[in-house]
């Protein structure tokens, strides 16, 4: 047999084991199942609001390399404590989305640090005050009229202002638009007092954004004056003609 046979033959087999074992520890490697942790989970639906309780959420495994940050691993470390938002079964739980509560009502357990929350009466008949839910953002108009001269002046306050709840309802269930006359709003302590003194002054008016949305203009003021118009103050004055010398006429005398 020739020997340049034999010694391809010889190459291709131990190619042949070669691939073979690479092939056999990716597999091994495959089918060993990733380390698994304790996660706390919601068991149930939770709304919006909710004061958490035992038979609200559950423990599962998880997957240790795909774990978020701020989960629980026993359910006493969530027990007794709100829900800032909307959990639905089995999503993992986590602390950024619970707060602590200490007394009192829930509601003031989803006010945020160094926040005030503040109740302000709207409209029901005009703008979106039906629409609004606990947990949109809005800004906030004012509407100031001047009696002597019948002029009315809006602004926009504030802008990309948490709403904390609709009326007394802090739930974010409602999928149909209600008659609303109070929206209680999450401020800072400075814009509270804005706030109380706008609605001394003039009539406040929300406007819904999206919740995409979260630029603020720096400087908002946009005056809108409401009077009416006088035809005299918008005549139109036509240009003004330049006249020209007139021309002088010579008398020419022509000889015989």
Not at 80 to 104: A, Q, W
Not at 111 to 127: H, L, Q, T
Not at 172 to 190: D, G, Y
Not at 232 to 255: G, Q
């Amino acid at each position: 047999m020739n020997k340049r046979f034999i010694m391809m033959l010889s190459i291709a087999l131990m190619l042949a084991l070669l691939a073979a074992w690479v092939a056999n520890r990716w597999i091994q490697n495959k089918t060993i199942p990733d380390k698994a942790v304790s996660v706390v989970v919601a068991a149930v639906e939770i709304p919006f609001g909710v004061k958490l309780e035992e038979t609200h959420v559950k423990i599962v495994s998880w997957p240790e390399n795909a774990v978020p940050q701020g989960t629980y691993s026993s359910k006493e470390q969530v027990v007794g404590k709100v829900s800032m938002n909307k959990f639905y079964p089995d999503e993992i739980i986590t602390e950024k989305r619970i707060s602590e509560y200490l007394g009192g009502s829930t509601l003031s357990a989803l006010i945020a640090k160094e926040y005030r929350a503040i109740s302000v009466r709207v409209d029901d008949v005009v703008g979106v005050s039906g629409f609004i839910l606990p947990g949109n953002r809005v800004d906030i108009l004012v509407t100031k009229k001047d009696r002597t001269d019948n002029k009315a002046e809006t602004t926009t306050l504030l802008q990309n202002i948490k709403v904390l709840a609709v009326d007394q309802e802090a739930s974010q269930e409602k999928e149909k638009p209600s008659i609303v006359r109070a929206v209680t709003l999450e401020l800072k302590p400075e814009q509270t007092e804005i706030m109380v003194q706008a609605m001394q002054e003039g009539t406040i008016q929300l406007t819904l954004r999206n919740p995409l949305d979260s630029v603020v203009v720096e400087e908002p003021a946009v005056k809108v004056e409401d009077t009416p118009v006088k035809a005299a103050e918008y005549r139109v004055v036509p240009p003004a003609v330049e006249k020209l010398p007139p021309k002088k006429r010579m008398l020419r005398v022509i000889p015989w």
